[in-house]
């Protein structure tokens, strides 16, 4: 191409130079390479140490060892597809007393309050019968050669028809009664104790009642329960009073009777409390509970009352000593009415009562006495 002496050429346009650029020395490049490899290592480091992975890996996760937490599967409902769930690891802190009394709650009907060994049957609370209550006639279950019995209970309908039901209590109290009169008769040498009189039906009450004031009206009267009974003495063809006999005959009963699980039902000395005094009217309540009102003085509504107020479960519990073992008891009110939750142990046996008075006690036996 020709060129002029202006620095233009054909077409007036402007001639370009071009100068050869150097290459870089070997040293350079070498530098160039060691930085770009490190640049390259810091990348790789940062995301394995935010993703924990690798060498960053935490070494306790996902290892399904004992104490550490893994990943677990559910189930999406309506995907059929699992998703990863994490769960925090589950720890039990230890038991401060291994042998303490563990408690469970379990559902009880309110209704059920009025069934029980420990029932109050009086003129404020009616008893209402429940079905299932087992009743076991003494003559055949009562030990002849250390009680007597006396005759069944008979009257007359309305249209001259003559009922009869023979002398009953609950399978328990026979058991006990069977074993305190044993152990009577061992002491005194009396065996002529009779039974004159146990539980009542309804029909039986009404017809007492129809024919005599001063008896209480049906469901009121503690007969209802089947742990009452009436216990008189045979002498001579002729039925007396247990006072009537010595000191000796007489006074071993009331002094013993509770280490079989009976008292008084209405002594003398509360009636004012109970509302009448019947002497040698025993009621069955079972041992731990006729220990603990023969030693504070305490009839049956006066013990009854004294659960309800200050020993429930959530607060204090009674201690009860007796030669075969330590008791706690306590009340659970069902102030609502329908389904409440009971509280009973776990791991010691118990029983439950209703108290009549929209209330259960539960007996729990802690340990055998040492």
């Known amino acids: 191409m020709a060129q002029n002496g202006s620095g233009y050429g054909r077409d007036n346009e402007p001639i370009r130079r071009y100068r050869r650029r150097s290459r870089p020395s070997g040293a350079q490049s070498g530098i160039i390479i060691l930085l770009s490899a490190l640049v390259l290592v810091g990348v790789v480091v940062f995301i394995m140490s935010a993703t924990g992975t690798g060498l960053f890996r935490d070494p306790t996760a996902s290892t399904g060892k004992p104490g550490q937490t893994s990943g677990t599967k559910e189930t999406v409902p309506g995907t059929g597809s699992d998703v990863q769930t994490t769960e925090p690891p589950v720890t039990t802190e230890p038991d401060s007393d291994p042998g303490a009394v563990k408690y469970r709650f379990v559902e009880k009907d309110s209704s059920e309050s009025g069934d029980g060994l420990l029932v109050l049957i009086d003129k404020d609370h009616i008893y209402k019968f429940p079905k299932n209550v087992t009743l076991g006639n003494i003559s055949d279950s009562i030990n002849r050669k250390f009680c007597q019995l006396g005759t069944a209970h008979v009257w007359k309908l309305a249209d001259g028809t003559e009922k009869r039901e023979e002398l009953a209590l609950r399978p328990e109290v026979i058991s006990a009664l069977n074993s305190m009169m044993e152990a009577y008769v061992a002491a005194t040498g009396f065996d002529k104790a009779i039974i004159t009189d146990a539980y009542r039906s309804f029909d039986f009450q009404q017809a007492l009642s129809s024919k005599s004031s001063s008896a209480a009206g049906p469901g009121y009267s503690d007969y209802h329960s089947g742990a009452t009974f009436y216990i008189e003495a045979y002498v001579d063809g002729g039925i007396y009073s247990l ?40 009621r069955y309540v079972g041992v731990p509970h006729a220990t603990y009102m023969k030693e504070n003085n305490l009839c ?47 791991n010691r046996e118990y029983t439950v009562s209703g108290d009549n008075m929209n209330g259960f006690i539960v007996t729990v036996k802690v340990s055998d006495t040492q």
């Open 300 to 346: 049956l509504e006066e013990y009854l009352n004294l659960l309800a107020e200050k020993h429930t479960y959530s607060g204090e519990h009674l201690s009860v000593t007796t030669p075969g073992g330590v008791y706690e008891i306590f009340c659970v009110t069902a102030t609502d009415g329908g389904m409440i939750k009971l509280p009973v142990p776990e």
């Open 243 to 282: 006072s009537s006999l010595s000191q000796a005959k007489s006074s071993w009963l009331k002094e013993h009777m509770a280490e079989y699980g009976f008292i008084e039902r209405s002594p003398a000395a509360k009636k004012s409390v109970v509302g009448y005094a019947i002497p040698w009217q025993l």
